[in-house]
């Protein structure tokens, strides 16, 4: 059976001026065209679309009567076979088509059954795709008591006896001589500004472009020590981005320098006089 990603794709002008080349109603839509110099002699195309009742008949005897439902049409694969599809009536595969390959030779007075497959439809309910086991951990799975080692040669890491290319982390490791067995590489330590600079703290944020103010001076920003402290630091402000990595042009309404607002902060509303509803109910109660 031919994959959709081999299906060829008629010619806009062709499909306009030759009313060959509509597409039938009855025909399957995910079936192949079958190109124009190897078109279907019209005996043989009889006998491979009638052979619907021959087609439901396999799928009734593969899986039972009860499990094929609506026809749906056919379409050609090639010029000696075509597929029939038909709705499948199984629990867990809503939206899912039987598909049943016939094929027949030039001459043949009828056509026989080459494959009988469950295919998804358009609206079928699919599996999600497939990711493997050592991509399937995402940022905030980690939980207490788990471990996580870093992959092998990892890109974010190089030795610790190796220049990191910040100069304040390796001035000092030079100072004291001690050093890590591990330290935040290069490419790691852009990697991790990249990730910061366009996630939820980042000057792209919702929050960051609902204001003109930006944390770099804002009197709760605690910048970064090293080379990631020219963009990056540190929220203390409880009410806002509290203990999270903020970039510099991020920013937000709990800004230090945001302005108090005018008045007492209590909404203003009219006055009501209760003493007149108590004058009226005394008047009625007299």
Same mark, same amino acid.
């Given at each position: ?5 081999? =299906?060829? $794709?008629? %010619?806009?002008?062709? !499909? ?5 080349? $509509?597409?039938?109603? &009855? ?10 110099? =190897? ?10 679309? &009638? ?7 396999? +799928?009734?005897?593969? @899986? ?16 000696? @076979?075509?597929? *029939?599809?038909?709705? !499948? ?18 001459? !043949?007075? =009828?056509?026989? +059954? ?28 980690? &939980?207490?008591? %788990? ?32 050093? /890590? ?13 990249? /990730?910061? *600079?366009?996630? #939820?703290?980042?000057?792209? @944020? ?9 944390? /770099? ?18 929220? !203390? ?6 203990? *999270?990595?903020?970039?510099? $042009?991020? &920013? ?13 902060? @209590? ?6 006089? #209760? ?6 109910? =005394?008047?009625?109660?007299?």
């Amino acid at each position: 059976m031919i994959e959709p990603s081999q =299906q060829s $794709e008629p %010619d806009p002008a062709q !499909a306009e001026t030759d009313p060959a080349q $509509e597409p039938d109603p &009855g025909q399957d839509p995910e079936a192949a065209p079958v190109p124009a110099s =190897q078109e279907v002699p019209p005996d043989l195309a009889a006998v491979l679309t &009638g052979a619907v009742d021959a087609a439901r008949a396999a +799928i009734v005897e593969f @899986s039972g009567e009860n499990t094929v439902g609506e026809y749906l049409g056919a379409g050609f694969e090639d010029p000696t @076979s075509a597929t *029939h599809r038909f709705l !499948a009536e199984l629990p867990g595969y809503r939206g899912w088509q039987w598909a049943v390959v016939v094929a027949a030779c030039p001459g !043949a007075a =009828q056509a026989t +059954i080459s494959e009988v497959v469950l295919v998804p439809g358009p609206t079928a309910l699919l599996a999600p795709k497939w990711v493997p086991w050592d991509e399937r951990v995402r940022p905030g799975d980690l &939980g207490p008591g %788990d471990l996580l080692a870093p992959p092998t040669d990892d890109p974010r890491l190089v030795p610790g006896y190796m220049a990191t290319g910040d100069p304040e982390i390796d001035d000092l490791a030079a100072e004291i001589g001690l050093g /890590r067995r591990q330290v935040l590489s290069l490419w790691g330590r852009n990697d991790a500004a990249q /990730r910061w *600079h366009d996630g #939820d703290y980042g000057p792209g @944020s919702a929050m960051a472009k609902s204001t003109r103010r930006m944390c /770099r001076d804002c009197g709760f920003y605690v910048p970064l020590g090293g080379a990631l402290g020219v963009m990056f630091g540190v929220c !203390a402000n409880e009410f806002a981005a509290d203990g *999270h990595v903020v970039d510099a $042009e991020y &920013g937000c309404g709990a800004h230090s320098d945001t302005p108090a607002p005018a008045g007492t902060g @209590s909404p203003l509303y009219d006055p009501y006089d #209760d003493g007149v509803l108590d004058m009226v109910e =005394q008047r009625a109660d007299g």
